[in-house]
């Protein structure tokens, strides 16, 4: 199965067939907090990347998490708005500049959470979406949620290859407009592992803002996610991205963001890990008690079923994590070799 980028790549290409667009943004989010990372995009106002980030979390209209919770797979900005694009900040302050007269935007969600979202732009020298485009755009988004839910799987199929080296710890300051004030030593590094950039090109910190920018939505009541986000960088090995707002110093007015990143933690992967295979609520709550070491007779009690009915999900976990014993099983799951 191809990764989730090589994925996003084939799909454009075949969308792109039937429906007609000019520009695109694809992210993956944090299956639990919707909090997108690993962008593939082909957009002309790059160059405002963490301008366009930070309006993209801020705009109410049409935003994934919203369209998830309402159950709706796709909408389109001009049908949504009545025909009054300027209802969406993200348009009003970014892109009608680009000459976007039309967004569709699609949610990659089910029951065990937001994968990704994808927004298709169309210029104003083009109509609007059409009904059609929303008809086969919802067709393909329950097929391409699967998949995308599969690829991040894969990368949990295996226990973690750690980092090579320790590089220390990671922050960034940001002030409210998504402009990186400062950071530690170590954070290039990190950065050229989570999004690689062109030869002689610095790596653009886009996981970075979009945390960033959701800490601001939750701040001014947009959307009430965590502003986190768990993202796979290669080889098994997944970190967890976090924002907060520092306290004012006694010498300064001014509030600053802070980004970290670090491992993910083996009870986060764990969570995400059975979401990502699809496991039942309780297939999930058995898996995190069998983390804890509990033998068959211990996780019955804890569960109140009979033992059998513990082997038997045991059995269906198995099946659907490809694994054969709980040793292996736990660890892919917590990404540790030899769990």
Excluded at 89 to 110: E, H, K, P, T
Excluded at 243 to 257: D, F, N, P
Excluded at 317 to 334: D, M
């Amino acid at each position: 199965m191809p990764d989730a980028t090589e994925l996003r790549v084939r799909v454009l290409e075949e969308i792109r067939h039937v429906v007609d667009f000019d520009d695109h943004v694809w992210l993956l989010t944090d299956p639990r907090t919707a909090v997108g990372s690993a962008p593939l995009a082909d957009v002309p106002c790059l160059p405002e990347l963490p301008e366009a980030i930070r309006l993209k979390y801020l705009t109410a209209v049409n935003r994934w998490t919203h369209l998830h919770a309402e159950e709706t797979a796709v909408a389109m900005l001009r049908q949504a708005t009545g025909g009054d694009p300027s209802q969406s900040l993200m348009w009003r302050d970014i892109l009608r500049r680009y000459g976007v007269g039309d967004v569709a935007s699609v949610v990659f969600g089910d029951r065990y959470g937001v994968w990704g979202f994808l927004d298709l732009w169309r210029r104003d020298s083009r109509s609007a979406f059409q009904d059609d485009d929303a008809v086969f755009l919802a067709s393909i988004s329950a097929p391409l949620t699967t998949a995308l839910r599969s690829c991040q799987a894969q990368t949990l199929a295996a226990p973690a290859v750690p980092a090579d080296r320790e590089l220390g710890p990671v922050v960034f300051l940001l002030d409210d407009s998504l402009c990186v004030l400062s950071q530690t030593p170590a954070s290039q590094e990190w950065l050229e592992m989570l999004l690689p950039s062109m030869v002689g090109q610095a790596p653009v910190p886009a996981s970075v803002y979009n945390v960033a920018g959701q800490l601001l939505a939750t701040e001014q009541g947009i959307d009430n996610h965590p502003a986190t986000a768990r993202v796979h960088l290669s080889d098994g090995f997944w970190v967890t991205l976090r924002a907060a707002r520092l306290e004012r110093s006694a010498t300064s007015h001014e509030t600053v963001l802070a980004v970290t990143i670090e491992e993910t933690s083996p009870v986060d992967r764990l969570e995400i890990f059975a979401r990502a295979f699809g496991l039942s609520a309780r297939e999930s709550e058995l898996i995190h008690l069998l983390a804890t070491g509990g033998d068959t007779r211990e996780l019955a009690k804890a569960m109140f079923l009979t033992e059998h009915t513990i082997q038997d999900h045991l059995k269906s976990i198995f099946a659907k994590t490809s694994t054969h014993n709980r040793r292996t099983l736990l660890s892919h799951a917590l990404g540790v070799r030899g769990a």
